[in-house]
């Protein structure tokens, strides 16, 4: 960074596009500032390889016909971040507190590399230190069996876990008695799953990767590819090289979805050119995607009655909607009833705007409409996916080539945890299914998601927190009550490979183990390399198998550390756990027995690519209680957040966000160059015209304050202005610093996702200096 007239010089130039150089020159810098250059230039080739590893970042699929150098700049942040040659031993935390520790950014925590040993929290000293592996499950073992109820206990998951750690861990906890599930995928896709299952029987996407080469139209709707799965842009650009139209509705202006610079074409990196990636891009304001997709519909109805006024065809699919659909009189009556000028008012967008993406809609034979948390973390969260799936219904767009719906997942394997049964409202069907095969009686009372595990701890009913993964403090909102309920437990463990904020906020008792990364061979004790398996956006299921050598002797694999808890608490019951984590293979067999779409899993999963799990909406079979797709019926919300803060002088509504250099709560760097930002985090993102009512200017610093009728005073201190194309009323930026600004009690209907896309805020302006 530069000084220029007293102020920082924060906001430099943007990419002129996603890839290309830029991508070059931050994937090499990351593994340079590695500190094992070599190591991780060889790890990088056997990255969603056969016979290699799945990579740790996000859950893109992989195509069928591979690439030597199919991973993208986030995979090579990713490698470079867990392949580090940095480490955090015991001799690290005796020269620092953990009060001490907490003041240190999540960057800095995590950039002191790898741990190493197994470590106890010691009360006394403030500090942790080394623990013996059997010691320290001795004492987690009894401090579980002691609890009066399982039901005290808050097991989390991160979708990083395995299916074989996720499958391990649920039977562990079922068998203990309890299905608190607190999960990562309650912060991130749970209103995707909830609609879909209502909608069309199955919480999934129903594409596969392959439908995107045949795709004329893919809607790309609150997402942000560059930056959160790269390797979707390639697919994306393939498809607008071949003539597809890609109409992005997103607030922000995103480098990534406007244009693309392939690492891989040569010519291209020689020029410096690049490929467009939208040919429409839409900018609703936050919340208005239901109100779109909405109005789309209400231009596709007027299309069919004028044709059908000419005595032509209809354009809608009606083979597709008698023998597929109920509810669909009702849904074109919703639509006829909502106004032009409601939907223009709460979507942001023109009437003409809505009617043109309707016109390319009904130009494409096969559609796709993919999505992620700009879609799924606000309070209508479910309506919204609902009506999407309504629109995509129209035209028969689901269970056919080239068509269909994907929510784009975000860590790699959230999704398939989920599948192994990582739920706190699992069905009977596979709570039968567990009984039968293990035998033993599984608790059948719902247990807590995240939320619901948030306020046991609050409330004192928790006791225990044991986290398979993640950083549960920094992805939660409401960071100060987060806090909180961590630090009043009697017990907190985590399972990590890098130290981060949740490890500094210790119960009575607490731990730290450290364990193996997906890069790492995970050797038994036969000598024999173990593999994992995890599901893809696509629900492809593939091998994964570590080439690294492990980042200390005394790790352990996420399985094995599963494994010792259970059995330091259970004893060998259900089943011998340390047998099971002496032979993945094992996992697998009782995955393949509860689950029958697992048939042949360890034979099929040693097949190059994997294999992909039935959805049976995909074949148009229609798991629902009608039998058939159903349509949402319901009026558009009064009045969304941006409506709201619309009517308050001063008020917008904040949606949070990842920078370029961060992976969820992971932060690689402190620049984000798709957006012209460098060296700051702490920065808002503001439409000019905002910014010249608000009386700021560039650079110009505010406090943030969250505005949300619950007596609870929330303040994002001192954060830099940054001018941006986003609708007028709106703002963004990163978090998890922002999240404080998030409020706990704000959730979406029938998902429980924290609202982290719809707060609304007013800025306190700082005092300017003087030059």
Known sequence: ??????????????????????????????????????????????????????????????????????????????????????????????????????????????????????????????????????????????????????????????????????????????????????DCSNMCHEASGVALKQSIGVGKGTVLLEDFEKADAIFVVGQNPGTNHPRMLADLRRAAERGAHIVVLNPVRERGLERFADPQNKLEMITGGSEAIASDYLQPRLGGDLAAFRGMSKAVFAVDDAALARGEKSVLDHAFLSKHTVEFAAYRAAVEATSWEAIEDQSGLMRAQLENAAQIYLRSRN?????AMGITQHRHSVITIREITNFMMLRGHIGREGAGLCPVRGHSNVQGDRTVGINEKPSQAFLDALEREFDFEVPRVEGHNVLGAIGAMLDGSAKVFIGLGGNFARATPDSPVIAKALSGLDLTVHVATKLNHSHLLPGKKS???????????????????????????????????????????????????????????????????????????????????????FYDFNKRVRVPRGFHLRNSAAEREWKTPSGKATFWT??????????????????????????????????????????????????????????????????????????????????????????????????????????????????????????????????????????
């Not at 550390?561 to 067999?589: F, M, Q, S």
């Not at 978090?735 to 896309?757: A, H, I, Q, R």
């Open 1 to 182: 960074m530069s000084k220029c007239n007293g102020k920082t010089d924060f906001i430099g130039k943007a990419s002129k596009a996603a890839g290309g150089w830029g991508a070059l020159k931050s994937s090499g810098k990351q593994i340079l500032q590695s500190g094992a250059a070599l190591t991780n230039v060889r790890t990088m080739l056997k990255a969603n390889q056969p016979n290699g590893f799945d990579c740790p970042g996000c859950a893109w699929g992989d195509p069928e016909h591979g690439s030597s150098f199919e991973f993208c700049e986030n995979g090579v942040k990713a490698v470079a971040w867990e392949a580090t040659g940095r480490r955090t031993t015991p001799k690290f935390f005796a020269t620092h507190t953990v009060s001490e520790l907490r003041g240190w950014t999540d960057y800095d925590l995590e950039h002191t590399g790898r741990l190493t040993h197994p470590m106890r929290y010691n009360t006394q000293t403030d500090q942790y230190e080394a623990i013996d592996w059997d010691e320290a499950f001795a004492e987690i073992g009894a401090t579980l069996a002691a609890l009066d109820s399982a039901h005290r206990a808050e097991f989390y998951t991160s979708g990083r876990a395995s299916n074989e750690a996720a499958f391990l861990y649920q039977l562990f906890v079922r068998a203990y008695g309890t299905n608190n599930f607190p």
């Open 367 to 371: 559609v796709i409409t993919t999505w």
């Open 511 to 597: 731990y730290i183990l450290p364990c193996l990364g997906r890069t790492e061979i995970d050797m038994n004790s036969k000598g024999v390399a173990q593999i994992v398996t995890v599901e893809d956006s696509m629900s492809m299921v593939h091998g994964s198998g570590g080439i690294n050598q492990p980042a200390s002797k005394l790790l352990r694999s996420e399985i094995a550390i599963v494994a010792g808890i259970a059995n330091a608490t259970l004893g060998a019951k259900p089943v011998n756990w340390l047998e099971l984590a002496d032979d993945y293979d094992l996992i697998r067999d009782h995955i393949e027995r509860v689950l029958p779409d």
């Open 634 to 771: 319901g009026a558009m919300p009064e009045a969304v957040e941006h409506q709201q803060a619309r009517g308050v002088a001063g008020h917008s509504v904040l949606q949070t966000f990842r920078s370029h250099d961060q992976y969820n709560t992971t932060i690689y760097g402190m620049d984000d160059r798709y957006r012209g930002v460098y060296g700051e985090r702490q920065v808002v993102f503001v439409n000019p015209a905002d910014m010249a009512e608000i009386g700021v200017e560039a650079g110009d610093r505010a406090d943030i304050i969250g505005q949300f009728d619950d007596g609870i005073e929330r303040v994002a201190e001192n954060f830099r202005f940054v001018p941006y194309d986003i609708p007028r009323g709106c703002v963004a930026g990163y978090y998890p610093e922002m999240n404080v600004l998030v409020p706990l009690v704000s959730f979406g209907d029938e998902s429980y996702t924290p609202t982290s896309k719809s707060v609304i805020v007013t800025f306190r302006k700082k005092t300017k200096l003087a030059a």
